[in-house]
């Protein structure tokens, strides 16, 4: 049966996709011989489409590593996670899925946004995991969009300059936290995920949309109709310093 012109755009977008993330993780060093990969799968379009790319280069690399999956359901927030949606697309995967429930306090500290709060829960128990399963690596669905948004934010709220790193080694060496999708943009995801009906698998929280990190992915799209490469050049010139033009403290 001849496909459709959206199955043979699908298929060349899956391709750069995975070829960009192998990319990274050959450069990067992300991956190798006898891992075990946890991945945090949010039930969002990112972390959905970086396990389908994760389980392409487990079939394609001249080397063998594991791949596991897991969801941290945050109850008592207002969102909802569709767990049968979920199971099905890690099954299909031939991926285990791992799910485990947090209940965090977010007015416990009203100083802290409440997103902060329950990534910070939800980022424990899937190092809790990690440990639980014998895992070495985590990996995490943060793209390019995502590693600027966070410069930003640590530049104008912090004064610090730091962002997201490729990788990351945590609790002295016993499990390094990975990004392999950090050199995608999101637009490509994003028509990825058009095309194949990669909605959220999730109620939407009643806490998304307001916090700093919208106001500055929408600061980022000024950015780029000012210059289209700025958002992108932005990225590079974390890989590009010249500390002698700056104005720092010896």
Same mark, same amino acid.
């Given at each position: 049966m %001849?496909?459709?012109p !959206? ?7 899956f ?9 990274? #993780?050959?450069?990067h060093t992300?991956i190798a011989e006898g891992?075990h990969?946890?991945? @945090?799968?949010?039930?969002? *379009? ?9 389980a392409e280069?487990l079939a394609?690399?001249?080397f ?5 999956a =897991?969801?941290? !359901? ?5 969102y909802?996670?569709d767990?049968?949606? +979920?199971?099905? /697309?890690? *099954?299909?995967? @031939?991926?285990?899925?791992?799910y485990?429930?947090? !209940? ?8 802290k =946004?409440p997103? /902060?709060?329950?990534?910070w829960h ?20 943060h ?6 948004e966070? +410069?930003?934010?640590n530049?104008i709220y ?5 962002? +997201?790193?490729?990788?990351? %080694?945590? /609790? ?9 999708m #950090?050199?995608l943009?999101?637009?490509?995801l994003e028509e ?10 999730e *109620?939407s ?12 992915a ?6 780029e *109709? ?8 932005? /990225?590079?010139?974390m890989?590009?310093i010249?500390?002698?033009? +700056?104005?720092?403290?010896?």
């Open positions: %001849e496909k459709t !959206e199955q043979r755009q699908s298929e060349k977008l391709k750069k996709i995975c070829r960009k993330l192998g990319t990274t #993780m050959r450069d992300l891992d990969v946890l991945v @945090g799968l949010s039930g969002g *379009k990112d972390s959905m489409i970086m396990l389908q790319a994760l280069r394609a690399v001249p063998s590593f594991k791949l596991s =897991a969801h941290i !359901e945050a109850k008592g927030i207002g909802e996670i767990r049968d949606r +979920l199971t099905s /697309f890690c *099954k299909n995967l @031939g991926i285990p899925l791992y485990r429930s947090i !209940e965090p306090d977010l007015e416990k500290d009203p100083s =946004a997103c /902060f709060i329950c990534s939800r980022r424990k128990e899937l190092f809790n995991l990690t440990r639980e399963l014998n895992c070495n690596k985590l990996a995490l669905g793209h390019r969009n995502d590693a600027l966070t +410069l930003f934010l530049m912090h004064g610090l300059l730091s962002s +997201l790193p490729y990788s990351l %080694e945590m /609790f002295e060496g016993r499990v390094q936290l990975i990004r392999p #950090m050199d943009d999101e637009r490509m990825y995920a058009g095309l194949n009906d990669l909605v959220k698998v *109620k929280c009643p806490h998304e949309g307001r916090t700093r990190r919208e106001s500055i929408q600061l980022l799209k000024k950015i *109709k000012l210059h289209g490469p700025g958002p992108y050049n932005i /990225f590079k010139s890989n590009n010249s500390e002698e033009y +700056l104005p720092v403290n010896d």
